[in-house]
């Protein structure tokens, strides 16, 4: 069992950064990729980045890249996404999930924090 729970979101001006941080509990979390994913009011949840289990690998999606970087501590327990350049369609409540491999279909992860918010004013 891989329990997940995010922080730093907020409210931020366009243009501006936020940190996020996913913390993780459980003996595994080393073994998982992870990965962010936001959905915004009325919308899907869509992938927003992922790593791999050791962190040498990433992906993100074409609306975020170039502006977010995802990284993990495993010695930590925690992944992070480093959000620049954040524009207002980036608002959305983030999660934090784990998985077996690094893919971005959301159904193929396994464990899910609850969320944190990101509002990013025009």
């Known amino acids: 069992q891989v329990h997940l729970a995010e922080s730093g979101g907020g409210l931020v001006q366009a243009g501006g950064s936020l940190r996020l941080s996913c913390a993780a509990s459980?003996?595994?979390?080393?073994?998982?990729?992870m990965g962010w994913f936001r959905q915004a009011p009325g919308k899907g949840r869509e992938f927003v980045a992922n790593?791999?289990?050791?962190?040498?690998?990433?992906r993100y999606a074409d609306s975020v890249k170039g502006r977010f970087t995802i990284s993990r501590d495993n010695g930590k327990m925690t992944v992070y996404l480093q959000m620049n350049s954040l524009k207002p369609e980036d608002t959305a409540a983030y999660y934090c999930?784990?998985?077996?491999?690094?893919?971005?279909?959301?159904?193929?992860?396994?464990?899910w924090g609850q969320g944190t918010q990101v509002t990013v004013s025009s």
């Open positions: 999930a784990a998985g077996i491999v690094p893919v971005t279909d959301l159904n193929a992860y396994d464990f």
């Open positions: 459980g003996r595994t979390f080393s073994s998982y990729a």
């Open positions: 790593i791999n289990w050791s962190g040498t690998s990433t």
